[in-house]
């Protein structure tokens, strides 16, 4: 019998004979040779059929193979440069072939297919190169957001989905039926994890977050997954050096690891080997004087209009944009107008229209990445705050205790995973960042 092996571990077997298991990525006839890609989700190797090498029958099964079929193949490994694959470089030359399953006729072959056929069938688009390579690049950097953290006195504790109340902003609730009462997804675990904070001094929670925005763009998802850390004794200062340090490592980290698959998705990889501590960092009022300069010399009229910025307005992906070309690292852009921050945002000392929050903005165009803050500790303010929210306090009672019991200044802050994936891996979009992508006008499949 021979060894059952990973493609991925094709090159340690030169010379002996293996057995591999898969699906047929693609064939070639060339009547008594037949090329096929095969694919075992750790890689693709050729495995040549060569008629005078098999039993006829099972070459004649070879030679009808569609794509996608399953199949299970013993050979032996050789070295061959010209061999195509991932990694490549190594074929098997087959002796025998065991069919599974032959597949019906596949729906996505190697022609162009547009976007929403493929969102449709997600479900098989999953197998394609450039997926693949995709959601391993998004394995890594949950790996490493955890290895990091956990490496950094972090401790994991996990936050409820089911919420009674809002965590940010009230307009992008969805709701569910609890047991006849009302209750919502939830769209982030900060509140909770600053009652985790006090427990454990540094925590972080990281799952799925689901907001019911109305946006039909190409940064958001109405379910993503969401990173918090939250930090006792944390100021603005200690955020970034905290947060510059650690997207470092997840950037370099996959440099070093996924060279493959950054190379199957055209990743110019010379833009991310830059990322390293430490970033820039601008405030709002430099960020808004710097915006109006760059609009001034635009020709166009109805693109400078988008560029221009009155004090007090968020960005919108113009300003983003326009701001990450400024700089070739993410930009760090602190003490934003609390008028369209969150509730909870503690505000500048003497000037009370800005707080203590930050974004991080990706170079290259992908702007905001992350979003943090120091929080407000004080008790009455924080009441203040909720009152003006509208909404009953005694869905917040827990969370104003936090300030009765040994309120400290802390910080925290939220990184979307999907928009860090599109960056790291040079996507225009973030649909294809998540197996399975909730947007405004798709849940299936
Ligand atoms: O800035 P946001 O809304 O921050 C919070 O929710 C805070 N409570 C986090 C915290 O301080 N603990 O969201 C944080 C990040 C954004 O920077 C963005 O990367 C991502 O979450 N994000 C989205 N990603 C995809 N689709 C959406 N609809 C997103 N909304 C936010």
């Avoid at 449709?120 to 999953?126: C, K």
């Amino acid at each position: 019998m021979a060894t059952i092996i990973n493609i991925r571990d094709i090159a340690r077997y030169e010379g002996q004979e293996v057995t591999l298991r898969g699906w047929v990525y693609n064939r070639t006839d060339k009547g008594k040779l037949q090329f096929i890609q095969l694919r075992d989700g750790t890689g693709i190797a050729q495995c040549v059929a060569f008629r005078k090498e098999m039993a006829e029958a099972e070459f004649e099964i070879a030679s009808k193979l569609t794509q996608e079929s399953s199949i299970i193949v013993t050979g032996a490994v050789r070295k061959d440069d010209r061999a195509p694959g991932i990694p490549g470089g190594y074929e098997l030359g087959i002796k025998s072939l065991q069919l599974i399953q032959m597949a019906d006729e596949y729906p996505i072959t190697p022609k162009e297919h547009g976007v929403e056929f493929l969102m449709d069938n997600r479900h098989l688009w999953l197998r394609s190169s450039r997926q693949w390579a995709i959601l391993r690049v998004r394995a890594t950097i949950v790996r490493e957001i955890r290895n990091w953290l956990d490496d950094h006195g972090y401790l994991l504790v996990d936050t409820p989905i089911i919420t009674p109340a809002a965590g940010e902003d009230t307009t992008t609730l969805f709701s569910i039926d609890y047991f006849g009462e009302p209750a919502f997804l939830a769209q982030t675990g900060q509140l909770y994890n600053e009652a985790n904070m006090a427990a454990f001094g540094k925590v972080y929670c990281f799952g799925p977050t689901f907001r019911a925005e109305k946006s039909k763009t190409r940064r958001h998802l109405m379910e993503f997954w969401m990173l918090e850390p939250e930090m006792a004794f944390f100021s603005l200062e200690d955020l970034m050096e905290m947060e510059e340090q650690f997207i470092s490592h997840i950037v370099q980290t996959v440099l070093e690891k996924h060279q493959p698959e950054l190379k199957i998705l055209e990743r110019d990889t010379s833009r991310l080997e830059n990322v390293l501590p430490p970033f820039p960092r601008i405030s709002y009022d430099e960020a808004v004087e710097r915006l109006n300069k760059r609009a001034a010399e635009i020709k166009d009229p109805e693109y400078r209009a988008q560029v221009e910025i009155e004090w007090g307005t968020d960005f919108g992906s113009p300003h983003e944009t326009e701001l990450t070309q400024m700089f070739d690292k993410p930009v760090f852009v602190y003490n934003f107008p609390s008028v369209f921050k969150a509730f909870y945002m503690q505000p500048v000392e003497g000037r009370p229209e800005v707080c203590r929050s930050v974004d991080l903005l990706a170079p290259e165009g992908y702007g905001e990445i992350t979003g943090g803050s120091e929080r407000i500790w004080d008790q009455a303010l924080l009441e203040k705050r909720v009152a003006q929210m509208g909404i009953g306090r005694e869905a917040y009672a827990w969370y104003l205790d936090l300030r009765r019991f040994g309120s400290v200044p802390h910080a925290g802050f939220g990184l979307g995973l999907e928009r860090t994936v599109a960056w790291i891996c040079g996507l225009p979009h973030i649909r294809e960042t998540i197996p399975y992508a909730r947007m405004l006008n798709r849940k299936y499949p």
